[in-house]
């Protein structure tokens, strides 16, 4: 089965220094880089996805919940939206083949609702690939590597999240997504990183 490795959300406004930071978001960056660096023959795609966002909604809030609002992130043309400077060369380089765009208009957390800059989605462009399985890593464990992880499942694709390569924002949000990835069969290795 041919695998993708999919890089879900190493931009800066969610890591330490951003405006939604998730404590450990730079060392998943660098470790994630390292990843990607080392990946050739391992995956016969790496894809990245971005929070691109234009005007959400009430996705962005001035009294946020933390689970469907938050602070104002990941604007279009604004620095935080950029991907992380310890991930960003990996780009750069070519290692990642192809980033996709997500939450212009909507809260967008799953990385299959990413289309590229032509407007494939991110389901499409692997199937055309003929991609079965994903591995899954970034930020954050419990929101959107959760969200990309369970629509990879509901796509049919074999489905695992790396979580030595990701980080959520807190303990007991990060148990509670593990858990439901455990019950739509998303294969778990590692170890989470939760720094809150």
């Known amino acids: ?64 919940d933390f689970e469907n609002s938050f602070p104002v992130h990941c604007v279009v043309g604004s620095e935080g939206g950029e991907f ?31 289309a590229t800059e032509h407007g494939t989605p991110l389901g499409t462009w692997l199937r055309e690939r003929e991609v079965g399985g994903v591995d899954v890593v970034g930020i954050a464990t419990d929101h959107c590597v959760k969200a990309t992880a369970l629509d990879g499942v509901r796509a049919g694709f074999d489905v695992a999240v790396l979580l030595d390569y990701t980080a959520g924002v807190s303990a007991a949000t990060t148990d509670v997504a593990l858990d439901e990835l455990r019950t739509a069969g998303v294969k ?3 170890t989470p990183v939760v720094l809150a």
């Open 84 to 114: 992380h400077p310890d991930f960003a060369p990996v780009v750069t380089e070519g290692k990642v083949d192809e980033v996709f765009f997500k939450g212009a208009r909507s809260a967008s957390k799953s990385g299959f609702e990413g």
């Open 188 to 190: 778990l290795t590692g």
């Open 1 to 64: 089965m041919r695998r993708a490795l999919i890089v879900v959300d190493v931009q800066k406004d969610f890591c330490e220094g951003g405006n939604v930071p998730v404590k450990g978001g730079a060392g998943r960056a660098v470790a994630i880089a390292e990843l990607v660096r080392d990946a050739d023959g391992r995956y016969a795609h790496v894809v990245a996805t971005r929070d691109h966002h234009i005007d959400p909604g009430g996705h962005f809030s001035d009294e946020p």
